[in-house]
């Protein structure tokens, strides 16, 4: 008898680990931050930028094959231990960003990337991260991971497949900097005070920098399934080293 329900314990407990699929839920807004209209026609980035660059200044384009955007979501839950951490990546991007002549108040950047281009749990992201982060995981954990965070009832990538990071405010002195910063994800968006380390200018540019997206201060609650027994953390880590020229 004990040993029966023993395997009903465990049987549940591998049911409840497929259905997690270690995904994570998408972060939305509060009620009172407006919605991002669907199809909204969005500004041509580099047009921007070249009219920027005509009253002076330099503008710098950031360059996806020798920068990096990364993801860690964590896993959560009284039976943590049975699921995974996540690393997803964006291997493609557009970012510029604008030094003005009058310094870091009149500077601005951009960067958007699309949700259907990410990159989940490669082996060479997640191998320098230690035993928390095996650097292979099982098909069907990365599998369940994307579906769930891009599909319909999560970030629904084939309808809203942008994620856009704005400039509001900088502040500082290289090579340390304040910004504030419009995110926009899933049609919504919100505001957020983001560190960065600025180094190279006026040459060339190096930015790095990290932040931490709470899921529940953008109105949504992470996964979680059987009363917390497997869940996914509120925090999502950001991290991101980009180079321009």
Known sequence: MIFHKTCIVLFTVAAAIVLVSCAVRSPVLQADVAPVAHGSKQPDLKAVYSDLAVAGGKVFTLNPKTSTVRVYAFRGGRAAKMGHNHVLS?????????????????????????????????????????????????????????????GEDNLQADRFPFVRIHSLQISGEAPKFAAKVEIEVHGQKREMWIPLTVEGLPDRLSVTGAFVLRQSDFGAQPYTVLGGLLAMQDEVVIEFHLIGS
Do not use: C, W
């Not at 958007?112 to 098909?139: I, T």
């Open 90 to 150: 964006a291997p493609q991007f557009t970012g510029l960003l604008y030094l003005a002549p009058s310094g870091a108040s009149g500077s601005r950047f951009d960067l958007e990337f699309r949700l259907d281009e990410l990159e989940f749990d490669k082996p060479e992201h997640r191998s320098p991260l230690g035993n928390a982060f095996p650097a292979v995981l099982p098909p069907e954990a990365i599998k369940g991971a994307h579906d769930h965070m891009l």
